[in-house]
């Protein structure tokens, strides 16, 4: 089959004007779920290529990063039906801002590791949910096409799952145990 890059479709846009506009979200998306920032790189190109192939098929029945980050959720499944679930490495969880001093690095190393705990206790609709949410900077009506949920779900497991980390960040903040998920 002949894939033709440069093919309309939204609103008259190409295939590769949807590509440059997408492509950091779909990234963002997979590195913030993903432990190995090449699995991501790698899973972002199998994302783009499914979409590329299937671009005929694209109805436009929700918009084109709802059914982009449709795929690239399915392939994140797909992905860890093939391996052991790793979520968020410190590398991809560091903050922008260089450490000052080997003291701030080390504070930003643990900082990010007791984030890291803390998603991964949510289940993983939450981190569904959340990694939408933040890294692919999706609003809530597109969250609830791309999981099948209706928006007003999606409203509220994003609430429980941030009071869940404001609980247990305000926890460790006081030198408490964390609390455990039921």
């Given at each position: ?66 059914w982009l980050f449709r795929i690239a959720h399915n392939a994140y499944v797909d992905f860890l039906r093939g391996c052991r679930e790793r979520f968020f490495s ?6 922008l801002s260089a450490p000052s001093s080997p003291e701030d690095e080390l504070l930003r190393e643990e900082e990010v590791r007791q984030l890291r705990e803390m ?64």
């Open positions: 089959m002949k894939v033709d890059f440069n093919q309309k479709k939204e609103g008259g846009v190409s295939f590769e004007e949807l590509y440059d506009r997408h492509f950091d979200a779909v990234n963002r998306y997979l590195r913030y779920r993903m432990n190995s920032s090449w699995d991501a790189d790698d899973l972002t190109a199998a994302v783009f290529l499914k979409a590329l192939e299937n671009f005929h098929k694209y109805r436009g029945e929700a918009s084109f990063a709802v410190d590398g991809e969880m560091a903050l998603l991964w206790r949510l289940s993983p609709e939450q981190r569904d949910v959340i990694s939408l949410r933040y890294a692919g900077e999706l609003k809530f009506r597109q969250i609830a096409l791309i999981l099948g949920k209706t928006e007003s779900s999606v409203r509220m497991i994003h609430h429980r799952s941030l009071k869940l980390l404001r609980i247990e960040y305000s926890g460790i903040e006081e030198g408490g145990e964390r609390i455990a998920q039921k």
